[in-house]
């Protein structure tokens, strides 16, 4: 008989509305797994107490999210590659005693890419608009997977001039900024919004871009509502695309993986997620 459920966690604030736990719960009461998935809200300067009673209690992870990704950095032992070149947690794991720090939101985008939308990024041409947390998640994973060119686009300079110049020795990417409207060209093969434009509740905005040329694939990281009106424009235009519920779903399930080393039900975890967004 064993009565003890392993623990995993969210540390954020706000926190209260964020749905992982949600979709994590789900996976566990799927797999027949005695885990719990807890939401959980510190304060920035109690982010160390809560790590330290996280390692005391022998957690088996947690994610970070705003404000704690950068911030938790300093409170565990090893980063993974990606985790230190994004420069930001989002997954810890836990290896005998050693807290380890992962990035999974670029690997999230990057499952579903290549699992849902069937595109290898190897040696495509792609815009990504946005330079961010989410973007430079994805740009590194771009670079690390041989993109060919890689254009970032982004409304000012303070933030995508220093992640260009600090990816620049990953792989061939440069800035654009942006001017009145971006005009796609047909040789782009994936454009990505990793802006918040279009995040609930602004649902009516939209990343100003010119698509009556485009051929590409267009992907969304904001996932609620799951159709942006970005989406809708380029599905108009008869192209086709990648949601960023995918994104959030394949992050979860990579989060799941490391902590439990089984493979989650990626429908269960999509169907939960979509009927918690929907409430
Ligand atoms: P940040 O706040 O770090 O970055 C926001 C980005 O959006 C910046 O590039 C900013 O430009 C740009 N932006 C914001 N408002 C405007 C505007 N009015 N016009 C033009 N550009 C604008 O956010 P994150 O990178 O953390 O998140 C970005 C989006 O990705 C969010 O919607 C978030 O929910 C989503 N996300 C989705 C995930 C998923 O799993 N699907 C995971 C993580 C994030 P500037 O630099 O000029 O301010």
Not at 216 to 221: G, H, I, K, R, Y
Request: net charge neutral; hydrophobic share 45%; glycine share 10%.
């Amino acid at each position: 008989m064993n009565f003890k459920a392993e623990l995993v966690a969210c540390f954020g604030q706000p926190v209260a509305e964020n749905p992982t736990g949600v979709m994590q719960e789900a996976a566990f009461a799927a797999a027949g797994l005695n885990w719990r998935y807890l939401t959980i809200e510190v304060a920035p300067e109690g982010l160390g107490d809560a790590v330290r009673g996280a390692r005391a209690m022998g957690w088996r992870g947690f994610n970070c999210t705003i404000p704690h990704k950068v911030a938790v950095i300093p409170f565990l032992d090893e980063l993974s590659r990606e985790a230190r070149i994004i420069g930001a947690v989002n997954t810890v794991r836990r290896e005998g005693n050693r807290l380890i720090g992962e990035n999974t939101d670029g690997r999230g985008f990057m499952r579903g890419l290549r699992q849902d939308a069937g595109m290898d990024p190897k040696g495509k041409r792609v815009v990504l608009l946005g330079a961010g947390g989410a973007a430079r998640a994805i740009a590194t994973e771009l670079l690390l997977a041989g993109v060919e060119d890689l254009v970032v686009v982004n409304r000012s300079s303070e933030r995508a001039a220093p992640m260009v110049e600090d990816l620049k020795q990953h792989g061939p990417i440069r800035f654009v900024p942006w001017g009145v409207s971006y005009e796609v060209s047909p040789e782009t093969d994936l454009l990505v919004n990793a802006t918040s434009l279009g995040l609930y509740p602004n649902v009516d905005w939209m990343p100003d871009v010119d698509l009556s040329r485009a051929r590409c694939l267009v992907a969304d990281a904001v996932f609620n509502p799951p159709v942006t009106k970005f989406l809708a424009a380029a599905q108009a235009q008869g192209l086709r695309t990648l949601d960023g519920l995918t994104m959030l779903v394949y992050q979860g399930v990579i989060g799941f993986e490391m902590w439990t080393g089984a493979k989650p039900d990626e429908a269960v975890m999509k169907l939960t997620l979509l009927a918690a967004m929907v409430k």
